[in-house]
């Protein structure tokens, strides 16, 4: 991969990594077009650590608060119900469905399911998953609602992000909102719950990496060039999503999921892009 590539996959893993429109499913896209093979894996794995920074900054004070009274509740100096302490725990569950069926199935989701039938059939599904669950999901519950069992469901819906065109957001969102929970509240329980496991996946791929597996026709200097991209176009849509969200909804994303995936269907069809 050169370094113009490796800039432009980071600005479409910045643009489209906190949206519902799937960022692995774009950079797998894009990748081809451009005349590479798949990105892979691991390539997507390690550019979202990019984005995911900008996750921790833009929600620094809360993740510092919520991680100093989880480990102060521990030593009994602060109360166990206390909003954050719970948020730190709901946290911890919510990963563990990513975690297990990260490991249990990465083979598999380093190989077959990179297909992009698979992926143009997730973006149309799970655009029409989201459209439903925004009809149909009451909206009147906030984060301090969240429960065990929905942090456990929360995580569920998370996990089918394992799924190049799913959306580790949308997916999440989708999940929230058939609970009912507001959109400002399902997007940001999404961002929190993702660090740990997008962390835990980039960091994998880059201990694979120094214990040499190999960036395979990639390189070092592409994936860092376009993790530091992504970074940075990532913390600035992250601003600009949560206030979007206040007062608009998910359809002008589906809509384009749709198209997308419409438009994925006939390049496979006619052969102009290899699945």
């Known amino acids: 991969m050169d370094f ?21 499913a774009h950079v797998s896209i894009v990748g081809r077009l451009l005349g590479q093979q798949d990105p892979g894996a691991a390539f997507t794995a390690i550019t979202q650590l990019g984005t995911e920074a900008a996750v921790v900054i833009y929600f620094w004070r809360d993740i510092t608060t919520i991680i100093r009274k989880w480990f102060l509740s521990l030593a009994g100096k602060v109360a166990k119900n206390d909003p954050d302490v719970r948020m730190g725990w709901l946290v911890i569950i919510g990963t563990i469905p990513i975690g297990l069926l990260g490991v249990l199935f990465q083979d598999t989701i380093e190989t077959s ?20 669950a925004e009809r149909f999901g009451k909206q009147d519950r906030e984060l301090s609602d969240l429960t065990w069992k929905h942090g456990i469901f929360y995580g569920l819906w998370q996990a089918l992000a394992l799924i190049p065109g ?14 009912g929970y507001s959109r400002e509240s399902a997007a940001r329980y999404s961002f929190l719950l993702a660090i740990p496991a997008v962390i835990a996946s980039g960091g994998l791929q880059v201990v694979k990496i120094a214990g040499g597996e190999g960036t395979g026709e990639t ?57």
């Open 113 to 132: 399911l990179r297909s992009l039938w698979i992926t143009a059939t997730m973006l149309l599904v799970f655009a029409l998953v989201i459209l439903a």
């Open 219 to 275: 390189g070092w200097g592409p994936i860092i060039v376009a993790t530091v991209i992504a970074f940075v176009v990532g913390y600035a849509v992250i601003a600009w999503f949560m206030k979007y969200i206040t007062t608009h909804t998910f359809t002008p994303f589906m809509i384009y999921r749709i198209l997308l995936a419409l438009g994925l269907f006939a390049l496979l069809g006619t052969g102009t892009i290899a699945a």
């Open 166 to 179: 799913v959306s580790r957001s949308g997916g999440t969102i989708a999940g929230g909102l058939f609970m």
């Open 4 to 24: 113009i590539t490796a800039v432009i996959l980071g600005l479409v893993q910045g643009l489209t990594e906190f949206l519902p429109v799937s960022s692995s």
